[in-house]
């Protein structure tokens, strides 16, 4: 093989493993939609608007450690979720429609914050909600 024919065949394989890498990278990232505020009054506002797609979101409120996970139920109601392991406070991370899971000893949460395994033995902290106009209102206290 010369070495012009040698340089182009081994080009052609970097990019093949190149495109594979970044399609491989895309498959496996679930983009789930996040809104990110803050916290005015101790409570967290979110627009209704944002559940005309889907009925979860990730809450980010900027002045708060923990995620909050949202939830519209199926008489319109929001569950709102503190993603606070109840086992050592690790951030929970959302697991599809089976809740939400711990990275860091394997516990796990259904999506009303109930334990579905160990080793935490408590539920998620739960915030009262309400809608008032357009805007869902989180209360913190
Ligand atoms: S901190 Fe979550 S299981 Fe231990």
């Excluded at 709102?80 to 516990?107: E, I, R, V």
């Amino acid at each position: 093989m010369d070495r012009r024919k040698f340089i182009q065949q081994s080009c052609s394989l970097c990019v093949a493993v190149g495109a594979g890498m970044v399609v491989g990278s895309l498959s496996s990232c679930s983009v789930l939609p996040t809104y990110k505020t803050s916290i005015a009054n101790n409570k967290v506002t979110v627009p209704v608007a944002l559940f005309t797609q889907g009925n979860f979101q990730l809450i980010q409120p900027k002045n708060l450690y923990y995620n909050i996970g949202l939830k519209k139920e199926a008489d319109g109601t929001y569950t709102a979720l503190l993603l606070k392991c109840t086992h050592a406070d690790n951030q929970l991370t959302p697991a599809g429609n089976s809740g939400y899971k711990c990275t860091l000893h394997g516990s796990t949460f259904n999506m009303d914050g109930k334990v579905t395994a160990g080793p935490a033995e408590r539920p998620l902290k739960k915030y009262t909600t309400e809608v008032i106009s357009d805007q869902i209102i989180i209360h913190l206290s």
